[in-house]
């Protein structure tokens, strides 16, 4: 990675900058994640859509063979992205191979792009790759991403790594592109994280304003 590149990732993620790209969190693949309990993984994916639809972050999703192997979007995520959002579904291994999906992405005019997928090493990993490829600064969310075994995670946060993707998780990514506790969304985006900690914050903020 060169001194430019590096200087990329140094800029911080803002809700102009960056656009979400969530891959492939069906219910078939669903099923096969060892590495991170399914209702938490589907709680942190809702989390991270439901935050950057708040911000205004455009988000691209897309599947692969929804109508045959691997099943439609989990309901719990379809429900979150915003009103009318399309879901792409491609037979491309990486999303970025497809060209309605690598279009949609482009359309956004983002140069810093937030990966989730399952799976954690392919579906989310192969499309970061390509998007460092084309000269974006690729994000994997982990902790929105989930794969089939203790090994393959390993491996995929290892290659990613020594690829120059940055690893990170959902809340921070947004919590970052939202910059300001004081903006009007900050609520919103709070609320979408869900983070149970954060609500105990609240209370105790509003029991020192009672």
């Not at 709680?43 to 897309?62: E, F, R, W």
């Not at 809340?171 to 149970?196: I, K, Q």
Request: hydrophobic letters at 50%.
């Amino acid at each position: 990675m060169n001194e430019h590149e590096r200087g990329g990732f140094l800029a911080p993620i803002t809700r102009e900058n960056v656009a979400v790209v969530l891959v492939d969190h069906q219910v078939g693949l669903l099923s096969g994640v060892r590495d991170i309990p399914v209702g938490e993984l589907k709680h942190n994916v809702v989390a991270l859509a439901k935050a950057a639809a708040a911000l205004g972050i455009p988000l691209v999703a897309t599947t692969t063979a929804a109508d045959s192997m691997w099943g439609p979007t989990t309901p719990e995520l379809v429900e979150a992205l915003p009103a009318g959002q399309e879901i792409i579904d491609r037979s491309t291994v990486n999303a970025w191979d497809d060209d309605r999906v690598r279009e949609a992405i482009e359309a956004t005019g983002r140069r810093k792009l937030i990966f989730a997928g399952v799976s954690l090493e392919v579906c989310a990993a192969l499309p970061a790759y390509s998007a460092l490829a084309a000269g974006h600064d690729a994000y994997v969310a982990v902790d929105a991403s989930g794969t089939f075994s203790a090994t393959k995670r390993e491996a995929g946060l290892l290659r990613m790594q020594q690829a120059g993707v940055v690893l990170s998780d959902y809340s921070t990514l947004m919590v970052e592109a939202l910059a300001d506790n004081a903006a009007p969304e900050a609520g919103a985006v709070y609320a979408a994280l869900d983070m149970p900690f954060a609500v105990l914050v609240g209370q105790i903020s509003a029991a020192y304003r009672s």
